[in-house]
């Protein structure tokens, strides 16, 4: 596809000389969201960390808006337009919420304000550190801060996980404004397909380091028996 924002091309890339994801090729348009699915230690978090400079390429292409970033590092790739939110959130504990977010903010349409009313809770939490912050809103935290980046892809990598069920409402409410109402792409890998495939246009599932399905997700949702085939879930 020509105009896609995203253009990956037989990517494979792990953890020094070992390999755990081949032959990837995979495009994604401008402000489509990409649910990304599979069994666990499939890959997911590997082809997000793979795209967001933190893995070891060893062979194909990322293209992003016309730009190759197959070697470039991490700083790079976000200066390129790459957001990315790690399982492991990484905000910076010691900091302040409004802090994390003047620390790594760029111009553009997304300012601290505009996040902040975005997530009222972050707004009442400007001036806790880090440490004080409970797991949604350190999640919260996180998916704001790859916001301020001003990013052209946003990475989130299961940021439902270990979160309360009002918690899960809230962000996914957020994250469906972000992809739909504003048109950010995104990629967003997640155990649990429903709620993800809710939001999401596409879908790709990984299985042993390899792409084995992709589809349009509301077209998914309503496979129960392909979802159990390819994720042994049915729900
Ligand atoms: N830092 C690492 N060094 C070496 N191998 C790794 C490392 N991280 C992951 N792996 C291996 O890469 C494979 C894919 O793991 P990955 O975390 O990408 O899967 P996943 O689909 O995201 O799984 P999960 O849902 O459990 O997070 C697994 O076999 C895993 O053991």
């Known amino acids: ?29 401008e402000g489509r969201t990409l649910a990304l699915l599979g069994r666990n230690g499939t890959g997911k978090t590997t082809l997000i960390n793979t795209l967001a400079g933190a893995t070891r390429q060893h062979g194909g292409r990322i293209v992003l808006g016309g730009v190759e970033l197959s070697r470039q590092a991490s700083h790079r790739r976000a200066a390129a337009g790459i957001g990315w939110v790690p399982q492991e959130r990484n905000i910076f504990k010691s900091l302040t919420v409004h802090e994390n977010l003047t620390a790594v903010a760029r111009p553009g349409h997304w300012t601290p304000e505009r996040v902040y009313a975005m997530f009222p809770r972050l707004a009442e939490r400007k001036g806790n550190l880090g440490t004080q912050l409970s797991g949604g809103e350190q999640q919260m935290l996180a998916v704001a801060r790859a916001l301020v980046l001003n990013p052209r892809l946003l990475l989130l990598d299961e940021p439902l996980e270990g ?73």
């Not at 596809?1 to 994604?28: N, R």
């Open 163 to 235: 979160l309360a069920p009002i918690i899960v409402e809230e962000l996914l409410r957020v994250i469906r404004r972000i992809t739909q109402d504003d048109g950010l792409a995104a990629i967003i890998v997640e155990q649990h397909p429903q709620a993800v495939l809710a939001i999401s246009d596409d879908a790709a599932v990984l299985d042993q380091g390899r792409l084995v399905h992709t589809a349009r997700a509301d077209v998914l949702r309503t496979q129960p028996e392909v979802l159990d085939r390819l994720l042994g879930v049915a729900r």
């Open 1 to 29: 596809m020509a105009d896609a924002l995203l253009q990956i091309d037989d990517l494979s890339a792990g953890y020094g000389e070992a390999v755990v994801l081949t032959g990837i090729s995979l495009t994604l348009a």
